[in-house]
């Protein structure tokens, strides 16, 4: 079954509508903006990296006050426990049993702010809340329900007493971006209106979190062609085979990236994935899936000049599979 | 195999070959030029030289590197076929017209035209040319041409799997080759058991090809069976061949030559004979009169060296004709005589009394070279009659013509001991002298010594006139029916009076009643300084021996020589002595010419003219320079103009009636992205659709190419009624792209070739 073609425009009207509401909030950054619905919708989890003051956490709040659902905030230090992320089991003495707690993690948009302070042990209880959408405590498992989204950030200059986010956890993520400074016309408006402390609080809900499930099921319903599945397979092969990769795109990461390629084409009210879908959302796919090695660093070789090669070599299709 | 995999691996075998030419591919070049060579080297008869062979051999290379080049580049056939007509046009000239001149050697128009010519009349002048025909001539046009043609065919094919149908190519140029041959094969090894031996191992070795890859036999045991199977395959070819080749006779090759007649008809042109009294001795001066005009000169012949201007075979009640037409055939510079007798090397120069068709000769000619006065024109035109040694030139020689020739002379003269080829086919057309056969031959029975009775008795009760004296000139000239039978000299007078008109005609009509076969010869006897006039002229009888040759019948033998006093003979009635003038020369070629040969001549001096470029006579001559400097470049620019926009168009029609309405879609596309790529927009062709929108300059661009996109990657497939929607919209945008553009900007995008690279 194919999404029908106003469906695909309720969907585009829909999504252009909380990255107005959302941009009210995070000004001049529309595109960043639209790469992190696109991650809600598509069920996934979104790594925002970048410097301090950019509006991660603005973002990650704005967005979050656009769903109406609950959300919470988790700011990841040295000295988190797993348990204060996903909850703890408590013995009550009225009833004689063990009673769960649920930690923030329990949210339908959790912000976990500077993920990589927290240690490897923390971030790994993220793992399973992140691919299963559930959280097993005391072998019993709960689930967190959906929509369930994690926006974390981190800050990429400090290093020191933070902990670099494993490889596993990162494939969890379905995208990295970055915010990156506004531009002049943008911060001078945000100057303007210095006086508002908090711009995420100029963000009401506007959408409920069943529109959200409802929308993230219509954009599986995007047709791919068998053409453009193709191109997308040989990106994630010629990843493997590209010079300075040491770790390439996995089988989930082409999942994830079909998946999203199909909300971003729903988001542009298409009922189908373009070729170009997939170059646009090559670096926030692969940017963080990528693993180069060492001599890359050393060469100045970076993710995104290997992803700029990776579109250069492989050819995009001009004609579906016959 | 997953699916994915098969996906990738038909986008990249959708992509252009790495290598321009593999082993495989050069393996089969290889065997395509070596049969198409095999083929055309059967052509060997039919022309003089090895020049036809490297003609066609350069066909042959030009044609498949231009199609293995428009193969490596996925160019399409037509493509690779416009390629080698320019190639023909290009090429042509130094190829197979450099015996036109320095000028053919470019590519001007008149090179064009000469080429053109012989692509159309070529064939015909091939068949009818007494074979070989000249290895340096225009004729070469032809195996250049077949070349070409078979080349470009065989590497056409070999785009198609089917492992036999690039052999149709030299199939077909072998069958072409027999055709235009001559009955007697170049080579039966060559055209039949060799061409079919590499034929069937070229086929064994591509079907081997095409079935490699399906066996489930271990490597060693395909080898040993495929190298079984075509070594049986070689063997049944080569037992095949090499039998039926040797077993057929040279009767039994259909060629066409046999079937195609000759344009030409020699009894259009008018009998000497019939004009002999143009070179008697006359009393007043006539200015027609040719007795001591010089007629020609002749060197390297012997003094009393009969020289023929022409041999008449038919008697029609009127005239003694040449009739046999079918006999004159165009030959080259060299020709195919065999005949016993002594070697000469001739050289004529035509003198002030000769205008006509009839080219004085001697002896059998064995090579012709005009040397003189439009050679080309004449060479072209020249005929040759092997069975009575008759030569023609339609166009007619003149006054100051030089032409030398090869000959064997065969001085022999009829003996009473000669016996006689046969009975003669046209033996009723001497009826009406059966009671003089009969009477003047009466004692003999033999037919060949009748014949020598019949001239003895001409010879002892003949009298000599040419009816100039005033007493004499009641004897008429010309040897119809009634001068031969009348009372004034002939027959039915009291004795024969006449010169060697009436005496030849009555001697070749007699030895014909009688039967043996006779002819009447209108020549010259040559004089001692080789300077042939009108007094020199003769005419003769051949008469046809046992073994097939041709003897001479010399005059004296059976004229007589004593005149015929001042009675006029008796049971006659008396005429008026009036001077019967000779009948008016016939001009040469023109009225009577036959309408091939006019059409000939018109094209041959047509295309002369443009060589000799007379189409500029009278121009400044740094107007001529200008334009022959110029004009060249011209016109290959505007060909080469030409010829994008047709392609352009050839490229534009594929993409609108693709098969697949996807296909049409993304040719619709290609057509702005070519446009733009023609007015020098830099489109990145690895681009998709949306990126080369972005800087295609039309504003509708982009929804162009969202449509294209969602027709191609849509779930559904198009109608066709949406297709043609999106070409219209295309072909709007086509038009708004260039219209704002100058009239030059738009003639360049549509004449640059730049975007049928891509």
Redesign the interface.
């Known amino acids: 079954m194919t999404i029908t073609a106003d469906q695909a425009a309720w969907f585009s009207q829909t999504f252009n509508a909380m990255a107005d509401n959302i941009e009210k909030a995070v000004l001049g950054k529309r595109d960043v903006i639209k790469v992190v619905l696109a991650a809600m919708l598509s069920e996934g989890h979104i790594l925002l990296e970048d410097y301090p003051g950019t509006g991660k956490t603005m973002l990650a709040r704005a967005l979050a006050n656009t769903v109406q659902g609950s959300h919470a905030r988790i700011q990841f230090t040295p000295d988190l426990l797993p348990s204060d992320v996903t909850g703890v089991t408590v013995y009550d003495q009225h009833k004689g049993s063990f009673e769960f707690h649920p930690g923030p993690i329990f949210h339908t948009i959790v912000l976990a702010d500077e993920i990589n302070r927290a240690s490897p042990k923390t971030q790994s209880a993220l793992l399973e809340v992140m691919e299963e959408g559930r959280v097993t405590v005391d072998g019993t498992p709960h689930s967190v329900g959906r929509p369930f989204m994690v926006i974390a950030t981190q800050n990429p200059i400090e290093q020191a007493g933070t902990y670099r986010l494993p490889e596993a956890q990162l494939d969890r993520f379905l995208m990295k971006t970055s915010v990156g400074y506004p531009d002049t016309a943008a911060t001078v408006e945000l100057l303007l209106n210095a006086s508002v402390r908090d711009r995420a609080g100029l963000v009401s809900p506007i959408i409920t979190a069943d529109t959200i499930v409802q929308m993230s099921g219509l954009a599986d319903q995007v047709y791919v062609d068998q053409a453009v599945l193709a191109y997308l397979a040989e990106i994630a092969e010629e990843s493997r085979r590209v010079p300075h990769v040491k770790l390439g795109l996995s089988p989930r990461g082409c999942l994830a990236y079909v998946r999203v390629a199909k909300t971003w084409a729903a988001a542009d009210g298409r009922d189908h994935v373009v070729p170009d879908d997939i170059k646009q959302l090559a670096e926030p796919v692969l940017g963080h899936r990528l693993l180069l090695d060492a001599e890359a660093q050393f060469s100045g070789v970076t993710v995104e000049s290997v992803i700029q090669k990776l579109l250069d070599r492989v050819v995009a299709p001009t004609d579906r599979m016959v | 195999m997953t699916?994915?995999t098969q996906?990738?691996g038909?986008?990249r075998a959708a992509r252009p070959p790495v290598t321009w030419l593999d082993r495989e591919r050069a393996v089969d070049l290889g065997f395509l030029l070596g049969l198409c060579l095999l083929a055309l080297l059967g052509l060997g008869p039919s022309f003089a030289g090895a020049g036809f062979a490297i003609a066609g051999l350069l066909g042959l290379v030009v044609s498949i590197g231009i199609g293995q080049a428009a193969w490596a580049k996925r160019l399409p056939a037509i493509a690779a076929v416009v390629m080698v007509l320019i190639a023909f046009v290009m090429l042509g000239g130094p190829v197979a017209l450099r015996s036109l001149g320095a000028t053919a050697y470019l590519p001007l128009p008149g090179t064009v035209l000469a080429l053109l010519d012989e692509v159309v009349f070529g064939w015909k002048d091939l068949l009818t040319t007494l074979p070989p025909v000249d290895g340096g001539g225009t004729l070469l046009v032809l195996p250049w041409l077949l070349g070409l043609v078979a080349g470009t065919v065989g590497v056409l094919l070999l785009r198609f799997r089917h492992p036999a149908l690039p052999l149709l190519a030299p199939l077909g140029l072998l069958v072409v080759v027999i055709l235009l041959g001559v009955a007697r094969p170049a080579s039966i090894w060559l055209q039949g058991a060799t061409f079919a031996t590499i034929a069937f191992a070229w086929l064994a070795l591509r079907h081997r090809r095409g079935v490699s890859g399906r066996s489930v036999d271990t490597p060693t045991a395909v080898r040993v069976r495929r190298g079984g199977a075509a070594a049986v395959l070689l063997a049944v070819a080569a037992g095949l061949a090499v039998p039926l080749s040797a077993a057929v006779g040279d009767d039994d090759r259909v060629v066409l030559r046999d079937h195609v007649e000759p344009p030409f008809e020699v009894g259009d042109y008018s009998s000497p004979l019939a004009s002999f009294r143009r070179y008697v001795e006359m009393e007043e001066p006539d200015p027609s009169n040719l007795w001591d005009t010089e007629l020609f000169t002749v060197t390297g012949a012997s003094a009393g060296a009969r020289v023929r201007i022409a041999t008449l075979d038919r008697y029609d009640g009127v005239v003694y004709g040449a009739g046999d037409s079918a006999g004159f055939q165009r030959v080259s510079s060299v020709i195919d005589n065999p005949v016993p007798g002594d070697r000469v090397e001739v050289s004529i120069e035509v003198g002030p009394g000769w205008n006509d068709v009839w080219l004085p000769t001697v002896g059998a000619l064995q090579s012709m070279n005009f040397e003189q006065g439009e050679p080309r024109v004449k060479a072209e035109s020249f005929r040759y009659n092997l069975n009575t040694a008759t030569a023609v030139v339609p166009t007619g020689v003149r006054e100051g013509d030089v032409y030398s020739f090869g000959a064997v002379i065969d001085e022999r003269e009829l003996q009473p001991e000669d016996l006689g080829y046969g009975p003669p086919e046209a033996r009723e057309s001497a009826e009406f002298l059966e009671t003089q056969a009969v009477q003047w031959s009466a004692g003999h029975s033999e037919p060949m010594a009748r014949v020598f009775a019949i001239a003895e008795y001409m010879r002892r009760d003949g009298h000599y006139s040419d009816g100039v004296l005033e007493s004499e000139r009641i004897y008429l000239a010309g040897h119809h029916r009634h001068r031969l039978t009348d009372g004034q000299g002939g027959v039915n007078s009291v004795f024969l009076v006449g010169n060697d008109e009436q005496y030849a005609a009555w001697m070749a009509l007699l030895a014909t009643r009688v039967g043996v076969p006779a002819r009447v010869v209108m020549g010259a006897v040559l004089p001692e300084d080789g300077v042939v006039r009108g007094e020199h002229v003769q005419a003769w009888v051949e008469v046809r021996i046992a073994d097939g040759r041709w003897v001479t019948l010399p005059r004296e033998r059976y004229m007589g020589t004593s005149q015929p006093g001042e009675l006029p003979p008796q049971q006659s009635t008396q005429v008026s002595g009036v001077n019967v003038p000779p009948p008016a020369p016939i001009p040469p070629p023109s009225a009577l010419m036959d309408q091939a040969d006019a059409e000939l001549n018109a094209r041959r001096q047509r295309r002369d003219a443009d060589l000799d470029e007379p189409f500029l006579a009278g121009w400044p001559t740094w107007l001529k320079v200008t334009l022959v400097s110029t004009g060249a470049p011209i016109l290959l620019l505007g060909a080469a103009m030409g010829l994008v926009v047709l392609l352009k168009r050839i490229r534009r029609r594929r993409r609108r009636t693709a098969a697949?309405m996807?296909?049409r879609v993304?040719g619709g596309w290609r057509e702005l992205v070519d446009l733009a790529v023609d007015l020098g927009v830099a489109v990145p062709g690895?681009?998709?659709?949306?990126?080369q929108a972005l800087v295609l300059p039309t504003a509708a661009a982009g929804e162009l190419a969202r449509r294209a996109?969602?027709h191609?990657?849509?779930?559904e497939v198009p109608p066709d009624w949406v297709v043609d929607d999106y070409w219209q919209h295309v072909l709007t945008e086509h038009q708004a792209m260039t219209a704002g553009l100058t009239r030059r900007r738009r003639f360049v995008a549509a004449v640059h070739p730049r975007s049928l690279w891509g």
Do not use: L, N
């Open positions: 699916e994915q996906v990738r038909r986008r697949r996807t296909a993304i690895r681009a998709t659709r949306r990126e996109d969602a191609v990657f849509g779930p």
